[in-house]
Nanobody, 119 residues
Framework: QVQLVESGGGLVQPGGSLRLSCAAS????????MGWYRQAPGKQRELVAA???????NYADSVKGRFTISRDNAKNTVYLQMNSLKPEDTAVYYC?????????????WGQGTQVTVSS
């Protein structure tokens, strides 16, 4: 099993910054990808930023140039630096880890952390 613990959410004014962290523990091998998703009220969960199995990074168009994903392999932690935050960034942010073991794909989600951008 894999456990993901997120932290760093909160209330911030438009234009402000937040840094989210996601620490992974447990059976963290055969990782195929890891990243951040978000879900706003009444909307579907969407990709924000993620590392692919090949090491490249995918960003949602809406966050390019404002958000940066990074990782510390020694700490098994992925970060999301969010700058120039906008009210439309308000959502619950989830960390996701994907493992591929032989031919089976496993998806793990964190509990989510609330990000609210408001004046």
């Amino acid at each position: 099993q894999v456990q993901l613990v997120e932290s760093g959410g909160g209330l911030v004014q438009p234009g402000g910054s937040l840094r989210l962290s996601c620490a992974a523990s447990g059976s963290i091998f055969s990782i195929n990808g890891m990243g951040w998703y978000r879900q706003a009220p009444g909307k579907q969960r969407e990709l924000v930023a993620a590392f692919t199995s090949g090491g490249s990074i995918n960003y949602a168009d809406s966050v390019k140039g404002r958000f940066t994903i990074s990782r510390d392999n020694a700490k098994n932690t992925v970060y999301l630096q969010m700058n120039s935050l906008k009210p439309e960034d308000t959502a619950v942010y989830y960390c996701k880890l994907t493992r591929v073991v032989v031919t089976t794909t496993y998806h793990y989600w964190g509990q989510g952390t609330q990000v609210t951008v408001s004046s």
